[in-house]
């Protein structure tokens, strides 16, 4: 089993709608939480942090679900400049660093 | 402006060829990474560094090496070892290694063999 998943779709949506992905972890010592955002081609950009009691940024929404070992992120009315890869990362400290990226959910919003 | 600048935005390489990838960062950030991107795969790591003159491997570090002999740069060499090169190569910094720490990227560079 993969240390995180994601569904890497596309999810086709129209512009306004609602759409929620979420991120499967396997590793319980897990302790940190991000989403990232990623345009083609591009570098990927820290979207949000995901913390335990939940945070709201704007149209977007992150909860972490710890008993059950995932991670949501929400957009709401959703732009068409909303459009890109949303990555999922998942940290845990001790020893050393250990950063685990998703492979990403594609989101495309339509007219 | 504060950041994370990586070159060259494009990079070939010859059979049997080294090839050096620069990362620069003003953001006085004391950890710096070294991840490669392929297609359907997240990003992985290859070397990270937590402080000036140490480093440590990553997940896929053979066929590389890299060097920090001041805060503000980690270039990373890409040997002709590494038998398959061809990917998307991002460097990130942090404050340091702990977990909540946030990572920002540099715009990246590809590198593609000839």
């Known amino acids: 089993r993969k240390e995180v998943e994601q569904d890497p779709g596309p999810f086709n949506v129209p512009e306004g709608a609602t759409v929620a992905f979420n991120c499967t972890y396997s590793?319980?010592?897990?302790?940190?939480f991000f989403w990232y955002r990623q345009d083609c081609r591009k570098e990927p950009k820290l979207l949000m942090s995901?913390?335990?009691s939940g945070n709201e940024d704007g149209r977007f929404t992150a909860q972490l679900n710890r008993a059950s070992q995932y991670i949501s992120l929400l957009i709401r009315d959703s732009k068409l400049s909303d459009s890109a890869t949303y990555l999922c990362?998942?940290?845990?400290?001790?020893?050393?660093?250990?950063?685990?990226f998703g492979t990403g959910t594609k989101l495309q919003v339509i007219p | 402006d504060g950041g994370i600048t990586q070159s060259p935005k494009y990079l070939f390489r010859k059979e049997g060829q080294n090839v050096t990838l620069s990362c620069e960062q003003n953001?006085?950030?004391?950890?710096m990474y070294w991840y490669r991107q392929d297609p359907g795969q997240g990003l992985r790591l290859i070397y990270y560094s937590q402080i000036v003159n140490d480093f440590q491997k990553g997940d896929i570090a053979e066929g590389y090496s890299v060097s920090r002999e001041k805060k503000e740069s980690f270039p990373l060499t890409v040997t002709s070892a590494q038998k398959n090169p061809t990917a998307f190569y991002l460097c990130a910094s942090s404050r340091g290694l702990a977990a909540q720490e946030t990572q920002y990227f540099g715009p990246g560079t590809r590198l593609l063999v000839l």
């Open positions: 990362v998942v940290k845990r400290s001790g020893g050393y660093q250990k950063v685990t």
């Open positions: 953001l006085n950030h004391d950890a």
């Open positions: 590793n319980s010592a897990s302790q940190s």
């Open positions: 995901v913390y335990s």
